[in-house]
Every structure is written in structure tokens, then in C-alpha cells.
């Protein structure tokens, strides 16, 4: 089982629709981060957080602490999201990320 | 430039040759980070640096990668007797401090292609 899980691992919408991937986690964490990569391959840091709610522009995340849970939400989804979507944590015994596998999203006109 | 820069982007070599990828991370950024992602899979930890403390080798697959940063900036990792199963994209990140609530920048990647 790996320490850092996303659900669903592919998700297709049309334009316009509310997005939520989910981050699961086992270990404990100082914080937790969620990624974009677009085909090219470069990887953005969308949000950094150890609790509570950020949000920017469409993009909104949530963490909860107890529940070792994390969402990424995406409102009125465009064709310009499609990327791969990764969760990532900071363990609290270190300071390297650990990995989810990544959410393919793709948005169609 | 303001972004962390690797280098080559692409690097395609024959199996048994070293290479060596290159980082430059953000000025002033003390720790700094080597991932790895092999095609259709997640990205995995390598190695890690912060300031002058002794590196977090732990991630390293095996004795034929190393890494090494001079000078406190640039940062080298070099795979010797390369493997097919070497291939993959090798993305270096740096941050202003490690741990809590520090965040990592990436730089857009060398995709390493063994032959």
C-alpha cells in the first residue's frame, strides 16, 4: 500500500464541471502539496498547506489533519486543466515529498 | 534566471556510458532536491541537499548514482554504467528552507534515454 494514495487515478469532465481529486495519506506530515504537470512534463506548485483551505482563482484545496485527507477542487473546469494532478507530502520525520501516483484530468470543449 | 535550470533536457546515451545532469537551483535556495520519473509511473525521491549538512542519499537506487553540489548551488548527478531501467525524467527542485511550510520550485526536467 503507498503512504500517499489519489482518487480517481483518471477523470475525464466537459467544460464547465466542479473537479475534486482526492489525496489519502498514511504518515504523519508537516504539509502537503498538490502539483501540475502538463504533458511537456514541467511540474507546477499549485498549493502548499498543513491545514485548513486555500484557494486561487478556480482552484481551490482543503486538508484535513485528522482524517489524513486532502481535496483539490477545480470549478468551471476548462480544456486548459487537462494535466496530471499530483499529491505530494512533507513527512514529519524529514523534509523530502512523497508521491501519489498522480489524477490524469482531462476537460473537453 | 529566476527559475531552477537543468541541463541537458534530453540526453540519449548507449548502455554502460556514464552521464552527468546538471541543476542550477534559485539563488539563495539552500536545500535542493533530485526526483526521478520513469515512464508511467510516479515520481520518486533520490537524493536531497541542505546547505552544508551530509546529504539524504536514502532515495538513491543503487552505488552507480551519486550526486554532488558545489560551492552550496549548482548540483551534478552523475549514473555510471547506465541501465535501460535508468530511463526516465530527472527533475531537480530547490526551496529557501526545508520542512515545514517551505515550498519546493521544479526545473522543467532531463529525460534521460538509455539505448
Known amino acids: 500500500k503507498n503512504e500517499v494514495e489519489q482518487s480517481p487515478q483518471n477523470l475525464t469532465a466537459q467544460e464547465g464541471e466542479f473537479i475534486t481529486i482526492n489525496c489519502s495519506y498514511s504518515?504523519?506530515?508537516?504539509?502537503l502539496h498538490w502539483l501540475q504537470q502538463h504533458p511537456g512534463g514541467g511540474i507546477v506548485s499549485l498549493f502548499m498547506l498543513s491545514s485548513g483551505k486555500k484557494k486561487h482563482g478556480r482552484l481551490i484545496a482543503t486538508i484535513n489533519i485528522q482524517e489524513k485527507h486532502s481535496s483539490l477542487h477545480i470549478t468551471a473546469s476548462h480544456p486548459r486543466d487537462s494535466a496530471v494532478y499530483i499529491c505530494a507530502v512533507i513527512e514529519t520525520s524529514g523534509s523530502r515529498l512523497t508521491f501519489g501516483e498522480g489524477t490524469q484530468l482531462t476537460v473537453n470543449p | 534566471g529566476a527559475g531552477v535550470s537543468q541541463s541537458p533536457s534530453n540526453k540519449v546515451t548507449e548502455k554502460g556510458k556514464d552521464v552527468e545532469l546538471r541543476c542550477d537551483p534559485i539563488s539563495g535556495h539552500t536545500a535542493l532536491y533530485w526526483y526521478r520519473q520513469s515512464l508511467g509511473q510516479g515520481l520518486e525521491f533520490l537524493i536531497y541537499f541542505q546547505g552544508n549538512s551530509a546529504p539524504d542519499k536514502s532515495g538513491l537506487p543503487s552505488d552507480r548514482f551519486s550526486a554532488e553540489r558545489t560551492g552550496g548551488s549548482v548540483s551534478t548527478l552523475t549514473i555510471q554504467r547506465t541501465q535501460q531501467e535508468d530511463s526516465a525524467v530527472y527533475l531537480c527542485?530547490?526551496?529557501?528552507?526545508?520542512?515545514?511550510?517551505?515550498?519546493?520550485?521544479f526545473g522543467p526536467g532531463t529525460r534521460l534515454t538509455v539505448l
Open positions: 504518515v504523519g506530515i508537516s504539509a
Open positions: 527542485a530547490s526551496s529557501s528552507q526545508t520542512g515545514l511550510f517551505y515550498e519546493q520550485f
